[in-house]
């Protein structure tokens, strides 16, 4: 994975550049990456204020999380691969006041990533609107990078998704059919007979799934039925293991049929009892293990000491 002095290594034309060129698609060993969710900048006062769907006009305590976030990740040792934050990066919806400010400073924050551990974004809702227009895309990609990709590392084939296609193409329905068209593509070739085979297929995307149980009813923080059980039997027939997501802002999740559904919690804005952090995976090359941190328990302690002896093996 090639370093970089700029720490935003936007993904373009559906591959991510913070990756050696041509992906690393053989088996090294066992390496670990960062994944977050949710710095959401404006939404802890906003919350308080019961105002969410305006409010965001300040967003200080989300900054200084991010930026311990950073610090975590930094000292982390042997270093992750990279972090991929799971969108929801601010709360300021596109074409509302603040969002500029709010990006312009959550880019800061982020700036201090140690440049050998790119960053990996994924379109959240507040990112793109809860009904995303072709021009709402537009302007994410702009400033972030495509909203859908992929990108090999160690041997293990990574799904970027725009979950948002998934939950309300209304306004775009040809982007939608466009992501389904790629990502058809993608899963085919992760389990094709004549294509480099992935040790592991890793998607990360936005809205979860499921936050307990594959056959519970559609919420705001899932997606419906329908569309959930077409991408799971797609997943699993494919072999993917994980599926990394946010939005919920509460740890959440389940494995079923083989298939993890890890829900973390956010940097920011805390909905439930858990606290500010981040999930640390370790990849093997026979599973994913995968634990939330504090942030405040990894800034002091690092990851858990099991977690690392899985790295030496």
Not at 40 to 45: A, F, I, P, T
Not at 60 to 66: G, K
Not at 246 to 262: E, P, Q, S, T
Request: glycine share 10%; aromatic share 8%; proline share 5%.
């Amino acid at each position: 994975m090639a370093g970089s002095e700029d720490v935003f290594l936007r993904a373009k034309h559906r591959t991510f550049s913070g990756l050696a060129e041509g992906g690393e698609r053989e088996w090294t060993g066992p390496f670990c990456f960062i994944q977050a969710a949710d710095p959401q900048l404006g939404l802890m006062k906003a919350w308080r204020d019961g105002d969410c769907d305006g409010g965001g006009d300040e967003w200080a305590e989300e900054v200084e999380l991010t930026k311990q976030a950073v610090e975590a990740v930094n000292q982390l040792r042997p270093r992750p691969r990279f972090m991929v934050l799971c969108g929801d990066l601010v709360h300021a919806m596109p074409d509302t006041p603040f969002r500029e400010g709010q990006e312009r400073d959550l880019k800061a924050a982020l700036k201090g990533t140690d440049p050998s551990i790119p960053l990996v974004f994924v379109s959240g809702n507040h990112d793109l609107g809860n009904t995303p227009t072709p021009g709402t895309v537009e302007q994410y990609c702009s400033a972030w990078g495509d909203d859908y990709f992929s990108f090999w590392v160690g041997g293990v084939l990574c799904l970027v998704l725009n979950s948002q296609l998934f939950f309300d193409a209304s306004a775009c329905p040809q982007l939608k059919e466009a992501q389904e068209t790629w990502l058809e593509a993608q899963l085919s070739r992760a389990s094709s007979s004549t294509e480099p085979k992935p040790k592991h297929v890793l998607v990360f995307q936005h809205i979860p799934l499921y936050l307990k149980s594959p056959d519970e009813e559609d919420d705001y923080f899932n997606l419906s039925k329908t569309v959930r059980q077409s991408l799971l039997d797609r997943f699993k027939k494919a072999g993917v293991k994980a599926v990394f997501s946010g939005h919920y802002h509460r740890n959440a999740g389940g494995c079923h049929g083989g298939l993890d559904m890890v829900v973390s919690s956010a940097i920011g804005c805390q909905l439930g009892q858990d606290e500010h952090g981040l999930r640390v995976v370790v990849v093997t090359a026979d599973k994913v293990v995968h634990r939330y941190h504090s942030l405040e328990q990894l800034r002091a302690r690092g990851m858990d000491e099991d977690l690392r002896k899985l790295l030496q093996a």
